[in-house]
């Protein structure tokens, strides 16, 4: 039957192109005058009514047929499996509407049920723009409701708030499927050819604290790897750590001021959020600092060997400490910050003036991208090059050295119109096309604090890191005690525990 629901979608795929061309053409004759409709053409509409009832009719009782086959050993996925049925009612209730949104997701609240359907309200706006029908959303609710077909899984529907339809699970068959799960474990969904992903996450920057944002960076980037590493996919962990640009100029003025010997001798740079925060007061208020501070960033750009020791040496400061976060979480990630790309960046410019995408304002090169009204700074007025400049070479070497099928950014949603840009930006110079490589922004909000602003220390700093992990620590234990739990071995827990 499969085959049959394949061959009819594709003749009805055929004469809806037909149709199109001669509507067209129809329209076009009318132009000169030439009134009258093709009677190709209405033959032609006529059976392609007849054949989207059939690929109906087919579709449902494929759908039937799917239900009553014996449930797989293999694990269902409940959410894709709603969407097969819902997508088959909203086929049976609406079967003019062209790809009908399929919206189906988990019930935030047990009350509503087990899982909802949003599709009614977009198919209100959808019918509103294309047939000038005005049906409330409640009503298609219903309607789709009455088309579900016979299926294994759902209990009870309802109909709720302005039209969202509430799905109550069976009982028998989420238990069913979860004494599967114990019995069989975990089974895995077929994966075609070993996909290749990029994660970038973490990411912090050299000599300012990790702060709460990149913690969640970190956790949701790893969970993603693990995730994509179980599934059996080629996984490349990579930290896009903020180690270049201007502010090295000051930090290592500030070094070679303060510890001359450098070269021979270690600096003992206990603090180096501190070591920042002096050296930026003296680049604020020391003009003599500020020159040298300048200086500095032209012989490290133009690889000084005794600089690049100095960028070195502050570099593996911040990576110690770094380090200690991650093995205290357990986070793998191999390091690949913005300094890799430094001698990409030129090619970068040179591909995008080739392209004639290049504009010059006020001295700075600047890109505009299609949708987007802030440009992208790809060169500043002084020569330098930017977060966007690196961005760009990063994207286009995980593209084409990596050779990635998907990207994926965890970063936080501050960050959104930048990434979004730089993605847009890969696609007009014809790097990838989104239908192939799938490059995304998984974004994840700004962690806040009591007030409701940025989670920041009373005295205004932002809190570090390790503190809050140790305080997390220190309170559960506190709460393990008091509860008496801490007596208590949790066996199951230590097995469960990374291969
Ligand atoms: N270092 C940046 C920050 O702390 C995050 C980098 C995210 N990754 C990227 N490819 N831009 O804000």
Redesign the pocket.
Known sequence: MEVQVAQCAERLQRQEKEIKFLTAEVDRLKNYGCLGVSPNLEGLREENAKLKYRLNVLQKSLQEERSRSKPSKGMININSRLQDIFGVAIKAAYPDLENPPLLVTPSQQSKFGDYQCNSAMSITQILLKTKEQKVSPREIADKIARNIPDNECIAKIEIAGPGFINVHLKKDFVSKQLSSMLVNGVQLPALGERKKVVI?FS???IAKEMHVG?LRSTIIGESMCRLFEFVGFDVLRLN?L?DWGTQFGMLIAHLQDKFPDYLTVSPPIGDLQAFYKESKRRFDTEEEFKKHAYRCVVLLQSKNPDFIKAWKLICDVSRKEFQKIYDCLDVTIIERGESYYQDKMNDIVKEFEEGGFVQVDDGRKIVFVPGYSVPLTIVKSDGGFTYDTS?LA?LKQRLFEEKADYII?V?DSG?AVH?QTIFAAGQMIGWYDPKVTRVTHAAFGVVLGEDKKKFKTRSGDTVRLIDLLQEGLKRSMDKLKEKERDKVTMGFLFSVSRK
């Open positions: 970038d990411s912090p920057n990149h896009h903020g961005d990063a950014y970063v960050q990434l």
